[in-house]
């Protein structure tokens, strides 16, 4: 039977878009909270940003103390807002604080004593995914939109293109036949830049800025999957002159698709920027991630999509699904038994076994850019393979 072809289109965002600023203003509170107090810290943590003004909400408990104000002009400075040339400036902003302590009702359903016997913070149903697609066990489109934003801040700190701004987006379309992807048949890159990268004459970027964008950000990562008739579009309304938090408000949470698998499974019901590891949303799509991706490199299927649910206050989830889209070696019953025997499910027993406490080299803060998943190398406990060799005795 011939293979069907069809074109599956992911996105991704540089950490200078608002959004994402925000994700990472939410997880550097949370990082601050966590190595200041690890075991009772809470936080739930909520930014919204806009021209000239960046408001910090939300409900934290600590027995720590966060400067909001020095915390996100710090980061800011990373990231590159550092003029008012690109929309936004961190050291003249205003920074307003609007954070409360949790709720009492919530956290006599969470704080129970013992990590081990914490309840869920809410209630909810959680997704993971894996993949034979790329090394990482990622969906390709994803993997390589995250790759092509992140050589878009690469030549822009680096000075290899200095009229970079650092707000941008990029998006790729790739073609599967089955279940193999095989090209890219488009590319979408949107780069804030300044007026050095204008055709004045036409007030639009000029044909050498975006060459410069396309040979080197587009083609060093996607040299393996174009053609001669891949198609690029780079700043397609003519210029990008205007980003940032001038050109669009960011919030907390409102990129979750690019968080995690771009599109290709359903979304489960929250975001994770800002929200300590007792928040199912989080903790749990992490070991959603870390069995789907167990299960595949441990070749009991292909392609995983692990499914957990749980109810406030409570600590076991109240459901299990598995889908392996009909290439499991062994049943989804199967697998859902061999989830239960190992692997902790619990939130206590995730936070210990993904040791979700640590915050060494501002890691929730790294999370909150370039996605979630797939991200290994930066010491993302839930991206191990170490329990596939285990898994695998479940094959004879």
């Known amino acids: 039977m011939k293979k069907r072809k069809y074109l599956f289109t992911s996105e991704s965002v540089a950490e200078g878009h608002p959004d994402k600023v925000c994700d990472q203003v939410s997880d550097s509170v949370l990082d601050e909270v966590l190595r200041q107090d690890p075991e009772n810290g809470r936080v739930a943590c909520e930014t919204y940003i806009t021209m000239g003004l960046i408001i910090v909400g939300g409900e934290i408990t ?90 878009m801040m690469e030549v822009r700190k680096g000075g290899i293109l200095k009229y970079l701004g650092p707000d941008g987006k990029s998006q790729i379309t790739v073609e599967y036949e089955g279940l193999e992807p095989k090209k890219a048949t488009s590319v979408v890159l949107a780069c804030q830049h300044t007026e050095e990268a204008l055709d004045k004459k036409h007030d639009k970027i000029s044909d050498k800025a975006r060459n410069e964008i396309i040979d080197l950000i587009a083609k060093p990562i996607l040299k393996k999957y174009i053609d001669k008739d891949t198609k690029f579009f780079v700043n397609e309304t003519g210029k990008f002159l205007i980003g940032g938090p001038q050109s669009d408000t960011g919030m907390t949470g409102r990129k979750i698709i690019v968080d995690t698998y771009g599109g290709a499974i359903s979304h489960g019901g929250g975001a994770f920027s800002g929200k300590d590891p007792t928040k199912v949303d989080r903790s749990a799509s992490y070991m959603a991630r870390y069995i789907a991706k167990n299960i595949v490199a441990a070749h009991l299927a292909d392609k995983c999509m692990i499914q957990l649910a749980y109810v406030i206050g409570r600590s076991d989830p109240v459901s299990i699904l598995v889908d392996t889209y009909g290439t499991g070696k062994v049943s989804e019953d199967k697998l859902i038994s061999i989830i239960r025997d190992n692997f902790a499910l619990t939130p206590g027993g995730i936070i210990e076994e993904l040791e979700l406490l640590r915050v060494e080299g501002d890691r929730y803060c790294r999370t909150a850019a370039f996605g979630h998943f797939g991200r290994e190398e930066e010491g993302f406990t839930w991206e191990k393979t170490d329990k596939a060799r285990g898994l695998a005795k479940y094959l004879k």
């Open 62 to 151: 600590t027995r720590g103390y966060v400067d909001i104000h020095k915390l996100c002009r710090r980061l800011l400075d990373r990231i590159g807002y550092t003029h008012p040339k690109y929309g936004f400036d961190g050291h003249t902003c205003a920074i307003l604080n609007a954070i409360h302590e949790q709720s009492p009702d919530i956290a006599r359903g969470v704080n129970r004593g013992a990590l081990k016997k914490i309840g869920a913070g809410d209630q909810g149903m959680m997704m993971g995914y894996a993949c034979r697609e790329t090394p990482e066990l990622m969906p390709l489109p994803i993997m390589l939109a995250h790759k092509l934003v992140r050589r």
